[in-house]
């Protein structure tokens, strides 16, 4: 199953000023002194009386962000939104929070349909281009609303003191343009199908991580991953069960869902876009449907998080189905590496040594450092595919949260070119990262007197970079990076996944940055 929100997000580009006659619940007019000098909207204006060039003035107020207008004579719009624009100087997550914002207005007032007129405002340095693909894949983002699991019936619900619309009620947007040539009309068609592409790998993500975990084991992700491969003929899906992993020897993975009733799996996606003799990007998730811990229990209060431990694989996943919608001529293969963590009887103890398949033996010295125990043998496993580079993606630490926020993914790498361009990618799309060192020096924290590794080390310092320093050990045929998405990759407060890092992984492949 895709989690695509929006049935469509479509081009209209007008040559002759008229946008009065455009049939939409809500027409959305960004407010800059470009828009209320245009021949569109004069023509719009003179419609309405010069009640909206008024109204324009009040949505510049500083305290008054977006002014709501209902339906006027002459006006096909059942309502119309001035909102306040921003300006070139303003950062780039302030575009992608108005324009996702946007979404979630029309959702609140129930329109099934939105045009939004492109206000030919840019960000410095970026184009319409940018734009429109920001714009597609914000709206898409911003639209989802979770409700697999909730009473189908209900239109609001609270959330603390908030009432929030329960379910997404926008099918069709529409971006208005003016006078493209018919060059410039296929550069737009381009830009937008990328966006909403993107937008809905975001929320394939995202949808994959709020599932609850009863409803995302391994096995169910493994259906619901086949289930895509029938709607992308782009796209081919294997699994390796417990059986295959054991033939592998991957001891280190299978020492984590050793203490779960639910079965590990592997899957692995193949899209082959590119050239037969290009090497493939490779992709490796961590996929830990609840991480309770294992024996090293976690405390209860707010354990419920947990079930986002598997958002590097949900990333994997929303890639892997953004790349095959837009068709990109690229090679991807990703791993999504899926097990539970559960305490019990057959549970993996503190001080185990497990033989990992690259031969390594590792001390688990703490059940609860388990993400880099089924990296350790997928990053290893991934060596056969002869990759160009690997990006692994894990929810590894909860050090991360604490050095960068949540505004950054951490990013740690065996290559500084690969370090530098997904460094790039982040700015670009507002889906920030930020590098962390990885010298020597941290590696030596993995030593152990009983086997070859320790998967802890470091005591309380610099756990995100201990964790990789550990992974490293397991990447050195190939230049790799590790990106720890623990604080990016899922909100608190709202609850609910945030389907990072889809967006930056998209921009580096899509647009060639690793070649
Ligand atoms: N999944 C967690 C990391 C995590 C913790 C993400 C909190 C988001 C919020 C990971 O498996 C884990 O438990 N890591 C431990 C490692 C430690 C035992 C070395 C951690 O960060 O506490
Ligand atoms: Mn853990
Ligand atoms: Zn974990």
Avoid at 123 to 141: A, Y
């Amino acid at each position: 199953m895709v989690y695509r929100v929006l049935n469509n997000i479509a081009l209209k580009n007008v040559n002759n000023n008229i946008i009065s006659n455009i049939s939409t619940d809500l027409l959305v007019i960004p407010v800059n002194k470009k828009v209320t000098s245009s021949s569109e909207f004069k023509e719009l204006d003179k419609k309405s009386k010069g009640y909206l060039l008024k109204s324009s003035k009040d949505a510049l107020n500083p305290g008054n962000q977006n002014h709501l207008v209902s339906a006027l004579e002459g006006i096909k719009a059942k309502k119309i939104l001035l909102m306040q624009d921003l300006n070139e100087k303003d950062d780039i997550y302030l575009w992608l929070n108005k324009y996702k914002h946007i979404a979630k207005v029309a959702n609140s007032m129930n329109c099934k349909s939105m045009a939004i007129l492109d206000g030919q405002c840019y960000p410095k340095g970026k184009d319409q281009s940018w734009f429109l693909e920001m714009i597609s894949r914000s709206i898409e983002s911003g639209a989802y609303i979770f409700s697999t699991t909730k009473n189908k019936t209900a239109k609001t619900e609270k959330i603390g003191k908030q009432v929030v619309s329960s379910q997404v009620s926008l099918k069709n947007v529409s971006i208005i343009t003016s006078k493209l040539s018919s060059t410039e009309i296929k550069k737009a068609k381009t830009a937008i199908l990328r966006g909403f592409s993107v937008g809905e790998g975001v929320n394939t993500a995202k949808h994959l991580g709020d599932l609850p975990a009863n409803h995302a084991t391994p096995k169910l992700i493994e259906k619901i991953v086949k289930n895509t491969t029938k709607q992308y003929s782009g796209l081919k899906v294997k699994t390796l069960n417990e059986k295959d992993l054991a033939k592998l020897k991957m001891g280190s993975y299978l020492s984590v869902s050793k203490g779960s009733d639910e079965p590990p799996r592997m899957i692995i996606i193949e899209y082959k876009g590119g050239n037969k003799s290009e090497k493939p990007l490779a992709l490796v998730g961590k996929g830990i449907t609840f991480d309770t811990g294992g024996i090293s229990i976690k405390p209860s209060s707010g354990m419920d998080e947990m079930k986002w431990d598997m958002c590097g694989a949900g990333t994997v996943f929303g890639v892997m189905c953004s790349l095959a919608r837009i068709k990109a001529n690229v090679n991807v293969v990703g791993i999504m590496a899926c097990a539970e963590n559960m305490p019990s009887a057959r549970a993996t103890k503190p001080g185990d040594v497990v033989t990992s398949m690259s031969g390594q033996t590792i001390e688990v010295l703490n059940t609860d450092a388990e993400g880099r125990l089924v990296l350790a043998d997928a990053l290893t496993y991934v060596g056969r595919y002869n990759p160009s580079y690997v990006i692994d993606m894990a929810t590894l630490t909860g050090a991360v949260v604490i050095a960068l926020g949540s505004h950054a993914s951490g990013v740690m790498a065996n290559n500084q070119f690969l370090a530098d361009k997904i460094i790039e990618s982040g700015e670009e799309t507002g889906d920030r990262a930020w590098q962390l060192p990885l010298w020597n020096e941290y590696k030596s924290c993995t030593k152990t007197n009983f086997a070859d590794l320790a998967n802890i080390g470091g005591g309380r310092e610099a756990g995100t970079i201990h964790a990789a320093a550990f992974l490293s050990k397991f990447a050195e045929d190939y230049k790799w990076a590790h990106m720890d998405i623990a604080a990016s990759a899922w909100s608190s407060s709202p609850k609910g996944g945030t389907g990072r890092p889809v967006s930056l992984i998209c921009d580096l492949i899509l647009n060639k940055k690793l070649k």
